[in-house]
């Protein structure tokens, strides 16, 4: 019986909570994608970075023979977040001279290629080289697995709460005098007419002259 009564208040309940859920999955799989188009601007950013920053200097270092400077060069570059290989190519004749730092064998998602030129006190420019840069999204989809269960936790429970406030204030304002009438029309009897309905008004409510 008690079911019977409150089943309106048990089917919002579900409502609620499907709800709930839905929208916590929906807010959680837009944050993520925002997270991982921010990582991917990120990685396209350090491109740019190095594009305008170690090119030319890397340029210099190997048109001038410095190896040990451009190995640090090389090293720089990795320290950039999700670099994981860098290369640096030039042809002598028949041979390509290759000095390299990373991982040769990691994941190369996202790679740029830029010429290494030189400028002689001539004014003329000579490019003789290129600068491979590759980068991996491994990290970035552990980074996107470590925040998705505190953002889902998060997103779970203010969606709860906040449905379960609309839920109270329904009850309050509305579904307590919907159960109050069907249990007053359901012992309703033409011959023994029950006593008046009263309904229980909340008192924050401003009352009628």
Known sequence: MHWKQNRLLFRLLFVVVFCSIFFTLMATAIQMYF???????TIEQNFEFV?????PAISVSLYKVNL?????QLKGILQLTDMVYAEVREPRGEDV????EGNPEATRDMVREYPLSYRRPSGDIIIYGSLMLAASL?????????RVLIILVTNGVMMFLASLCILIFFHYMLIRHITRIRQYLSGWNPNTPPSELTLIR???????A
């Open 35 to 41: 997270s991982y188009q921010r990582d991917l601007n």
């Open 51 to 55: 594009g305008k920053s170690y090119q």
């Open 68 to 72: 040990e400077q451009l190995e640090t």
């Open 97 to 100: 001279y290759v000095r390299s």
């Open 138 to 146: 491994d990290k970035v989809w552990v980074r996107l697995w470590d």
């Open 202 to 208: 909340s008192a924050i409510l401003p009352k009628k």
